[in-house]
T-cell receptor
């Protein structure tokens, strides 16, 4: 069965520091992987997605993610965090004929 | 700027009342999802439509919830009768599914309906 695990419920980083949010997935075939961000009171916005090809994916707002099949991971990274990045981040997996399965989310706090 | 539109944004109702939430998917999208978000359960898929046909509503309590797509521009989620445990944020998302059996390329989310049942 498909599933997504985000091991970190909450992360705090200082503004300007680097960020890595972890995501592990379970899927029997080639996964389609997504990262979404949710600001308070808002819907989810797509940051980036991986379907195939280059395993390092660039997204909006300076985010990137790397697909590692051997580790079943799709970690999200940003070299320098801005205060406006404080939000909830969701990793999701989807596949052929399937809907999306979301992780439980990681809440990011940015300290000035 | 294409977006998924959900109405109402907020709804407070008394237990036992009928609640109807509406969603206008992005024009041209052929896939619609309904999700429920709570602190305890996170994002739960309630129902999923492709080309207006329901494909999966296994996540929805059948006795009180119903989801329909009367036409390509409107999806509805109804709760009758509503209960306090239904209090949550309900999200609609739309997307484009290609190929067979179909690959969901991504989902665009609305801003949600925050439902409070008292």
């Amino acid at each position: 069965a498909q599933s997504v695990t985000q091991p970190d419920i909450h992360i705090t980083v200082s503004e300007g520091a680097s960020l890595e949010l972890r995501c592990n997935y379970s899927y029997g075939a080639t996964p389609y992987l997504f990262w979404y961000v949710q600001s308070p009171g808002q819907g989810l916005q797509l940051l980036l997605k991986y379907f195939s090809g280059d395993t390092l994916v660039q997204g909006i707002k300076g985010f990137e993610a790397e697909f590692k099949r051997s580790q079943s991971s799709f970690n999200l990274r940003k070299p320098s965090v801005h205060w406006s990045d404080a939000a909830e981040y969701f990793c999701a997996v989807g596949g052929a004929g399937n809907q999306f399965y979301f992780g439980t989310g990681t809440s990011l706090t940015v300290i000035p | 700027d294409a977006r998924v539109t959900q109405t109402p944004r907020h709804k407070v109702t008394e237990m036992g009342q009928e609640v109807t939430m509406r969603c206008q998917p992005i024009l041209g999208h052929n896939t619609v999802f309904w999700y429920r978000q709570t602190m305890m359960q996170g994002l739960e898929l309630l129902a999923y439509f492709r080309n207006r046909a329901p494909l999966d509503d296994s996540g929805m309590p059948k006795d009180r919830f119903s989801a329909e797509m009367p036409d390509a521009t409107l999806a509805t989620l109804k709760i009758q009768p509503s209960e306090p445990r239904d209090s949550a944020v309900y999200f609609c998302a739309s997307g484009w599914t290609t190929g067979a059996p179909g690959v969901n390329t991504e989902a665009f989310f609305g801003q949600g309906t925050r439902l409070t049942v008292v």
